[in-house]
């Protein structure tokens, strides 16, 4: 997601990086993540949520005037149909996404397996993933429901926050001596390593953990998170896709979801598909 990223991140931080607005920040640096875990936070969820909305008008505009948006009617039902059904999980397990605008960009590039979803519930699915890894419903299911995670649980202001943590002091130099200039390179270095983070080690195990429970409550078969990263294991030999470089280590991955699965069966052992939510196809 790193060109829609590092747009957002310019916004916040240069919205954001004022003297005063930068103590404030550090003030209220730590918040708890709705997994129960500790998150260091200099850019609210809010935040993220406005600044990501942004970013993704700006990009999707860019995309339609590439003719780069699918408008495919037959894909797009099954984008949305399988969105839907993730987003009716997600919004049970996590009430205040409910206001969430949901909504999917197809976006028609056959070289880019890749997937992403920001805070407030924008997503994009490249064509990449289906001509490539030959998805099935299951297996696109535990894509979409684990990047859908990362957003739930506030990965994105989470890897935007470290990313200005990690120049705090190049910043607050910035700041202290009144050097506007110093200041906002210090923020668009920021900004930049945003982008280049990869989510840490600790929000992919709690995205694949929730990503395969949201899956599994709306109907898919949670043995697709471990049959996908294979196909993804195997795609990496001869090109390692855009998605393995934020998401490494397709092996442990696979073990460590393979040992999820008879806990998920016992969830929804009927396998009974949730509703679907209604999903802005946008085009
Ligand atoms: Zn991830």
Redesign the pocket.
């Known amino acids: 997601m790193h060109r829609y990223l590092r747009f957002a991140a310019h916004r916040v931080l240069a919205a954001r990086l004022g003297t005063t607005a930068l103590a404030m920040c550090l003030l209220a640096a730590c918040t708890t993540s709705p997994t129960g875990r500790s998150q260091l936070m200099l850019i609210s969820p809010e935040a993220a949520i406005v600044e990501s909305k942004t970013a993704y008008l700006s990009t999707v505009g860019e995309l339609d005037k590439e003719n780069k948006l699918v408008d495919d009617p037959l894909l797009s039902d099954r984008v949305a149909t399988i969105t839907g059904r993730l987003v009716t999980e997600a919004v049970a397990l996590y009430p205040n996404s409910k206001d969430w605008e949901w909504s999917v960009a197809i976006i028609d590039d056959d070289d880019t397996v890749n997937a992403w979803c920001m805070a407030g519930g924008r997503m994009a699915a490249y064509t990449g993933l289906f001509e490539q890894l030959k998805l099935t419903d299951d297996e696109f299911a535990q894509i979409m429901g ?2 859908i995670s ?1 957003a739930l649980a506030n990965h994105t202001a989470e890897r935007m926050s470290r990313a200005i943590a990690i120049n705090v002091g190049v910043i607050a130099a910035g700041v202290a001596a009144d050097n506007h200039a110093a200041t906002m390179a210090g923020a668009a270095l920021a900004a930049k390593l945003a982008l280049e983070l990869p ?1 840490s080690r600790v ?2 195990s709690e ?1 694949d953990r929730i990503g395969i429970e949201l899956a599994t409550r709306a109907g898919y078969d949670p043995q697709a998170a471990v049959s996908l990263w294979e196909k993804m294991g195997s795609l990496s030999e001869s090109r390692p896709p855009e998605f393995i470089s ?2 490494p280590d397709p092996e442990n991955r696979k073990a460590r979801l393979s040992a999820l699965v008879p806990e998920m069966r016992a969830l929804n052992p009927a396998r009974s598909m949730a509703a679907v939510t209604p999903i802005t196809i946008v085009r």
């Open positions: 684990h990047e990362h989510n929000a992919e995205a934020t998401h």
